[in-house]
């Protein structure tokens, strides 16, 4: 999929983004915020396909991917952790 028209088709796409980036894209979509716990994860590289439909499950299968750990403190709060 092309990455500057999968919006069209609801999806962002990531090529070796840093986490931080990802973090602020998903952030935009779910309500509340996301928040990276320590300074050296959102250096971590990683790519792959946001459905814009379940941004929380995508939220989930990155932090998968990527062996992290996801805290959510209620609805408007998830913490991401080694």
Same mark, same amino acid.
């Given at each position: 999929?092309?990455?500057?028209?999968?919006?069209?088709?609801?999806?962002?796409?990531?090529?070796?983004?840093?986490?931080?980036?990802?973090?602020?894209?998903? =952030? *935009?979509? #779910?309500? %509340?915020?996301?928040?990276? $716990?320590?300074? /050296?994860? @959102? =250096? *971590?590289? #990683?790519? %792959?396909?946001?459905?814009? $439909?379940?941004? /929380?499950? @995508?939220?989930?299968?990155?932090?998968?991917?990527?062996?992290?750990?996801?805290?959510?403190?209620?609805?408007?709060?998830?913490?991401?952790?080694?």
């Amino acid at each position: 999929m092309d990455t500057a028209t999968a919006w069209r088709q609801g999806r962002i796409v990531f090529d070796n983004a840093p986490l931080s980036l990802v973090v602020e894209q998903i =952030d *935009r979509y #779910i309500p %509340g915020r996301i928040v990276i $716990a320590q300074s /050296d994860l @959102a =250096d *971590r590289r #990683i790519s %792959g396909s946001l459905d814009l $439909a379940h941004p /929380d499950t @995508a939220l989930d299968a990155f932090a998968n991917a990527i062996s992290i750990r996801i805290t959510r403190l209620g609805p408007y709060l998830a913490i991401l952790r080694r």
